[in-house]
């Protein structure tokens, strides 16, 4: 799969749920407000952040996933011997783990969702242990301090019900827009890093 697919994939999802933040918005500024809407507005607004750091998320751990496949590939076409790298990676040698055969390094999605956050600076750590420096990319670090922000108060509802009184509905409706532009600095970077 092509990187801008994959990013085409949550831009969707992105703006499909910016259209329902707002619509709810519109909802609970009406005359005749939506009740179910304007009683649990705190209710909506953490649903809906928590889904957009959920995209972010999903989205990195797709990247990071696809981005591993082409190393693996390209790995074993090379075909190296398993036992060449293991000696030359490896301090100490052991007989039990040497394997006369082609070096096959494959990731599982569970491998990369272990190590992939929607924190940036997490972010960074897991995409250099693929071979991507996210920090030499000015747009991803134009936009890393806000999603950190996001992401932690994202954290603080999740794991402390934290409230959500300081956002609004169009605050979300622009932290879709931030999220999309990080997003997609990501998808150009790692796309032009493999040639795409």
């Known amino acids: 799969m092509q990187f801008n697919e994959l990013y085409g994939k949550y831009e969707g999802l992105l703006t499909s749920l910016k259209g329902i933040i707002s619509q709810s918005e519109s909802r609970v500024l009406k005359e005749d407000p939506d009740e179910i809407f304007s009683d649990n507005i705190n209710f909506f607004v953490k649903s809906y952040l928590i889904n957009i750091c959920t995209y972010l998320e999903a989205y990195l751990q797709d990247v990071a996933f696809e ?25 100490d040698v052991k007989e039990k783990e040497l394997a006369f055969e082609d070096a096959n390094y494959r990731f599982n999605k569970k491998e ?20 991507i420096d996210l920090n030499s990319d000015d747009k991803f670090n134009e936009h890393k301090e806000l999603i950190n922000s996001i992401v932690n108060k994202r954290n603080n509802i999740i794991h402390h019900n934290d409230d959500a009184s300081d956002i609004s509905f169009s605050d979300l409706i622009a932290n879709v827009d931030v999220f999309l532009e990080y997003m997609s600095s990501i998808d150009k970077f790692i796309a032009n890093l493999n040639g795409e």
């Open 67 to 91: 981005h591993t496949n082409r190393i693996s590939e390209r790995l074993k076409d090379a075909s190296i011997p398993h036992n060449f790298l293991y000696w030359k990676l490896t301090k």
């Open 112 to 131: 990369i969702s272990d190590a992939i956050s929607g924190n940036p600076y997490k972010t960074i750590k897991a995409f250099k242990l693929i071979g």
